[in-house]
């Protein structure tokens, strides 16, 4: 695969055609697109009507990016994400600890509070690459690397969200059987077949993104690539796209059955149910609802944006939207370490109940020290 290039050419084998113009050779050439001398150039072939890619070569190297809105407006909501995000989850992560994993619902939730806490960490390395303030090799570390990981923890959440939907759909579905799924060591392989899965998945992104950095290449992670990188990273997004249909898909087939479920136990038992009962059904669709609202925009626009940046001829005007699209959607993704602890505060009987015990054993010793200390904040029961 070569693009067409008008350049001075620096190897006499590159050229097609070749005309001199003020005693410099300049030739029509024959450059795979990644060649290392079209980059330090990079600024000078702004202008795609000198290109003509006729293999579909990928002509985002020529377009600039646009980053006025993404350069303000998107470290500043990353930082708000990142501060909440923090404070959710070291709150979670303090009152985990002090839960044994004695139910799969449980391990998948430890899990994915891990997952959110690595993705939470990396983005102050977006926040300083996007502001600017970070200088350019960062942002080489962040394509190469941090980027990476924070991909790998939103797809591991993904599907941990889905096992967490698959697991409450057999217990509502079938409250006295027992699945192997739904044995605790199963679980636990089973979350750690998907961090392998994701790791080995997303290791040739890392490798493959060996190109020489310049201040001008880190702009896009897609022009660190060599060409099998390139289509790695393609094939991956693909990969995750499937991965998160197939997870959304098969939600809304559990919840669908659960409502059902839910609809003829309430019918049934109207007079017997009460009411916190009920709601313990109903409080699952707050899985899928968090699922959708977070991730399903994203992957609305990660489709074309992963075009642009691969094969596709794309129009440079609508390459800078695709990415302002790709930026605002990740963002509303990222969102998910926030929401995540909504799970378990609304559906984790024993998270509650470590949470409220510690603000009860936090009040006692405050009314110990100051015994005019009133309860004046009110705590609501809980439901698993
Ligand atoms: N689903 C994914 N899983 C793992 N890594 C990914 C995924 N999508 C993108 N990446 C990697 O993350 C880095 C940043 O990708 P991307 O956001 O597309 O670039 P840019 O910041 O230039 O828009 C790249 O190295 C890319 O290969």
Redesign the pocket.
């Known amino acids: 695969m070569h693009i067409q290039v008008l350049y001075l050419c620096k190897s006499a084998s590159h050229c097609k055609e070749h005309v001199i113009l003020n005693t410099e050779c300049y030739g029509l050439c024959f450059l795979s697109p990644f060649h290392p001398s079209l980059f330090p150039t990079m600024g000078d072939f702004e202008n795609e009507s000198i290109v003509s890619n006729s293999s579909g070569a990928p002509s985002s190297a020529l377009c600039h990016?646009d980053t006025t809105v993404t350069h303000l407006v998107f470290p500043a909501l990353y930082t708000l994400i990142f501060l909440l995000g923090l404070i959710l989850n070291s709150l979670a992560l303090g009152a985990f600890c002090h839960i044994p994993s004695t139910s799969t619902f449980i391990v998948y939730l430890k899990n994915i509070l891990v997952s959110d806490l690595i993705m939470t960490l990396m983005i102050p390395l977006k926040i300083l690459t996007d502001s600017g303030l970070g200088p350019w090799q960062l942002k080489a570390f962040?394509?190469?690397f941090s980027?990476?990981v924070?991909?790998?923890t939103?797809?591991i959440s993904i599907v941990l969200l889905g096992l967490i939907a698959f697991d409450r759909f057999l217990k509502i579905v079938r409250p006295f059987g027992k699945f192997w799924v739904q044995n605790l060591t199963s679980a636990k392989i089973l979350t750690g077949l998907v961090w392998l899965f994701?790791f080995v998945?997303?290791l040739p992104?890392?490798i493959f993104?060996n190109k020489k950095a310049t201040p001008q290449s880190v702009?896009?992670?897609?022009?660190?690539?060599n060409y099998f990188?390139l289509k790695?990273?393609e094939a991956?997004?693909y990969?995750?796209q499937f991965i998160f249909w197939t997870v959304l898909i098969l939600m809304l087939l559990f919840y669908i059955i659960i409502a059902k479920k839910v609809y003829e136990s309430y019918m049934k038992t109207q007079k017997k149910e009460n009411k916190s009962e009920r709601r313990i059904k109903g409080k699952v669709f707050i899985i899928f609802t968090v699922f959708f609202v977070c991730f399903a925009p994203f992957h609305f626009s990660?489709v074309p944006?992963?075009l642009s940046?691969t094969t596709t001829r794309i129009d440079c005007h609508l390459q800078n939207q695709l990415?302002v699209a790709?930026?605002s959607t990740?963002w509303l993704a990222a969102t998910n370490v926030c929401m995540d602890p909504l799970i378990y505060v609304c559906l984790c009987k024993p998270f509650v109940e470590k949470v409220l015990c510690r603000r009860v054993k936090t009040f006692q010793k405050t009314v110990h020290t100051n015994p005019k200390t009133e309860l004046d904040t009110q705590m609501s029961p809980t439901e698993s």
């Open positions: 990016r962040v394509c190469r980027a990476v924070f991909y790998d939103m797809y994701f998945l997303s992104n890392m993104s702009k896009k992670c897609a022009l660190l690539k990188g790695w990273h991956v997004n990969v995750c990660r944006y992963t940046q990415f790709k930026e990740l």
